[in-house]
């Protein structure tokens, strides 16, 4: 059976666990050099703990893995702060420079009053003035990307994110979408390189087919969507304490913890709570695959993008008591359609047996045997099997590998491809793993492989990164896509 292993986006909950597996790693990294054989996966999985096993089958377990993840939270937030003053005195920043860059540690986001509605009515100049823009145009070098990721849109490389071409481009999404009949073919063109973030929650629900296309019609579609889903809630939502419920109501509760734990967001309990409605009533609505462990990931992102129509700052930190129940009941509302329209397309990935990810991960071996024959025949040499780290990368949607800026970025491009959840996903991933081929073929054993595709370095990666990996998978896409003898053996 196959258990999912959660990766460097996602460390062990108890730090002790955390301590025990930084130690047995460095005491491997420290064994003498010796001819390296091929070790087998039974062999590994026998000499190998799962780290992230936290004691799923006692709920008590839960309140001390949130205090001990609040502790660790705390320590990387100071670290960041640190690291932050530490870069900017060794770059003799100025001083209203370094005031900028520590404005970049988010502490109290302001609440604002917004909706589709409203950013649309603005003019094109008033929405590329904004006052946070202003502030990130301010910063002509970012400070290093923090463990506990920023969620909005930025460069690697410390590039103002606002460029005359951002700009420019804002301004067709908004003539785009406040024309009375939205052209959704040239919405998505338009989407395909990025979504500007101050229209990336209206863009969204279009692309995601939730919301029409005639303005007329968007409004009382949203009301009634919305209205539909509460019934839901007052019609299934007190089945969780059924027997026959418990299973699923188990799994959901042992999970949700589990999402985005170094991001404070997702640790409160108002927000878990509005995650585990969700799931509830999408896996009672589709018994079919019911609830499968990967669907909670799915989840945040529309929260994230639905959430920031209404924050003004980084929403990381910010308090969701802050926001009115209608507001926090629109945002749920709203991630629940749009998961489920995601769902719609891949739901073979979840039911029994998960037949649509066995599918994709053979595809994927086809496909890398036909790009990269040497990283092929290293896995072949090694006994990596295919299915052994891209199962989580399909079941996921590379979430688990990426942080979670990076994924929305990723599916502002996915909501543009026909079938892309599914189809150009594969790409996605062929690109991802040659992107790795010179750290994969200097590793030698079975082990070694395995930990370097379960933990790949990406926490720093931004819009160029992702930028330059869906070029690479489009690429691919063109050359194979159409070319079956080329596809397969």
Same mark, same amino acid.
């Given at each position: 059976?196959?258990?999912?292993?959660?990766?460097?986006?996602?460390?062990?909950?108890?730090?002790?666990?955390?301590?025990?597996?930084?130690?047995?790693?460095?005491?491997?990294?420290?064994?003498?050099?010796?001819?390296?054989?091929?070790?087998?996966?039974?062999?590994?999985?026998?000499?190998?703990?799962?780290?992230?096993?936290?004691?799923?089958?006692?709920?008590?377990?839960?309140?001390?893995?949130?205090?001990?993840?609040?502790?660790?939270? !705390?320590?990387?937030?100071?670290?960041?702060?640190?690291?932050?003053?530490?870069?900017?005195?060794?770059?003799?920043?100025?001083?209203?420079?370094?005031?900028?860059?520590?404005?970049?540690?988010?502490?109290?986001?302001?609440?604002?009053?917004?909706?589709?509605?409203?950013?649309? !009515?603005?003019?094109?100049?008033?929405?590329?003035?904004?006052?946070?823009?202003?502030?990130?145009?301010?910063?002509?070098?970012?400070?290093?990307?923090?463990?506990?990721?920023?969620?909005?849109?930025?460069?690697? !490389?410390?590039?103002?994110?606002?460029?005359?071409?951002?700009?420019?481009?804002?301004?067709?999404?908004?003539?785009?979408?406040?024309?009375?009949?939205?052209?959704?073919?040239?919405?998505?063109?338009?989407?395909?390189?990025?979504?500007?973030?101050?229209?990336?929650?209206?863009?969204?629900?279009?692309?995601?087919?939730?919301?029409?296309?005639?303005?007329?019609?968007?409004?009382?579609?949203?009301?009634?969507?919305?209205?539909?889903?509460?019934?839901?809630?007052?019609?299934?939502?007190?089945?969780?304490?059924?027997?026959?419920?418990?299973?699923?109501?188990?799994?959901?509760?042992?999970? =949700?913890?589990?999402?985005?734990?170094?991001?404070?967001?997702? +640790?409160?309990?108002?927000?878990?709570?509005?995650?585990?409605?969700?799931?509830?009533?999408?896996?009672?609505?589709?018994?079919?695959?019911?609830?499968?462990?990967? =669907?909670?990931?799915?989840?945040?992102?529309?929260?994230?993008?639905?959430?920031?129509?209404?924050?003004?700052?980084?929403?990381?930190?910010?308090?969701?008591?802050?926001?009115?129940?209608?507001?926090?009941?629109?945002?749920?509302?709203?991630?629940?359609?749009?998961?489920?329209?995601?769902?719609?397309?891949?739901?073979?990935?979840?039911?029994?047996? +998960?037949?649509?990810?066995?599918?994709?991960?053979?595809?994927?071996?086809?496909?890398?045997?036909?790009?990269?024959?040497?990283?092929?025949?290293?896995?072949?040499?090694?006994?990596?099997?295919?299915?052994?780290?891209?199962?989580?990368?399909?079941?996921?949607?590379?979430?688990?590998?990426?942080?979670?800026?990076?994924?929305?970025?990723?599916?502002?491009?996915?909501?543009?491809?026909?079938?892309?959840?599914?189809?150009?996903?594969?790409?996605?991933?062929?690109?991802?793993?040659?992107?790795?081929?010179?750290?994969?073929?200097?590793?030698?054993?079975?082990?070694?492989?395995?930990?370097?595709?379960?933990?790949?370095?990406?926490?720093?990666?931004?819009?160029?990164? =992702?930028?330059?990996?869906?070029?690479?998978?489009?690429?691919?896409?063109?050359?194979?896509?159409?070319?079956?003898?080329?596809?397969?053996?």
């Amino acid at each position: 059976s196959i258990q999912p292993v959660y990766g460097a986006q996602h460390p062990p909950l108890d730090p002790r666990l955390t301590k025990n597996f930084i130690k047995d790693r460095s005491k491997a990294n420290a064994l003498p050099m010796k001819s390296k054989k091929a070790s087998s996966f039974h062999e590994f999985a026998r000499n190998t703990s799962d780290a992230w096993d936290i004691g799923d089958d006692e709920d008590e377990d839960f309140s001390s893995s949130s205090s001990s993840l609040q502790t660790l939270n !705390s320590k990387v937030a100071k670290a960041t702060a640190a690291q932050v003053l530490e870069n900017h005195s060794k770059l003799r920043a100025k001083p209203e420079r370094t005031q900028s860059a520590l404005s970049d540690v988010p502490t109290n986001c302001k609440v604002i009053k917004s909706s589709s509605e409203a950013q649309l !009515s603005r003019t094109s100049e008033e929405a590329c003035v904004r006052t946070p823009l202003q502030k990130q145009q301010s910063l002509p070098l970012r400070p290093v990307i923090p463990l506990v990721a920023r969620i909005s849109d930025q460069n690697a !490389s410390g590039a103002p994110p606002m460029t005359v071409r951002e700009k420019t481009r804002l301004e067709k999404f908004l003539q785009l979408l406040s024309s009375h009949n939205t052209d959704l073919d040239e919405l998505r063109k338009c989407s395909w390189p990025g979504v500007p973030r101050e229209v990336r929650p209206v863009t969204w629900r279009l692309l995601s087919g939730y919301l029409p296309a005639n303005t007329e019609r968007r409004k009382l579609t949203l009301q009634r969507k919305r209205e539909e889903y509460f019934g839901f809630i007052q019609q299934y939502y007190d089945s969780r304490n059924e027997e026959h419920h418990q299973d699923t109501y188990r799994q959901i509760h042992i999970d =949700i913890p589990r999402t985005n734990p170094l991001i404070p967001l997702f +640790q409160q309990p108002l927000v878990q709570e509005i995650f585990e409605r969700i799931l509830f009533i999408w896996a009672i609505r589709h018994p079919a695959s019911g609830y499968v462990q990967g =669907i909670n990931d799915l989840v945040t992102p529309f929260f994230v993008v639905f959430l920031s129509e209404y924050v003004e700052e980084d929403v990381e930190n910010f308090d969701v008591t802050n926001l009115s129940q209608d507001v926090l009941g629109s945002i749920e509302a709203d991630s629940f359609w749009c998961m489920s329209k995601l769902l719609d397309g891949i739901q073979d990935n979840y039911t029994f047996a +998960q037949p649509g990810i066995q599918k994709k991960v053979k595809a994927l071996e086809e496909l890398v045997s036909r790009i990269d024959e040497q990283v092929h025949n290293h896995f072949r040499k090694y006994e990596v099997e295919y299915l052994q780290f891209a199962f989580r990368w399909m079941n996921n949607l590379l979430m688990r590998e990426l942080p979670l800026r990076c994924t929305i970025r990723l599916w502002d491009t996915y909501q543009s491809e026909p079938e892309g959840f599914s189809h150009f996903h594969l790409y996605v991933c062929a690109a991802f793993l040659i992107k790795w081929r010179k750290e994969i073929l200097d590793e030698e054993d079975f082990q070694g492989l395995l930990m370097l595709l379960q933990n790949l370095p990406t926490i720093h990666w931004g819009n160029e990164e =992702i930028g330059l990996l869906l070029a690479e998978a489009y690429r691919l896409k063109y050359m194979f896509a159409d070319a079956p003898n080329h596809y397969r053996r």
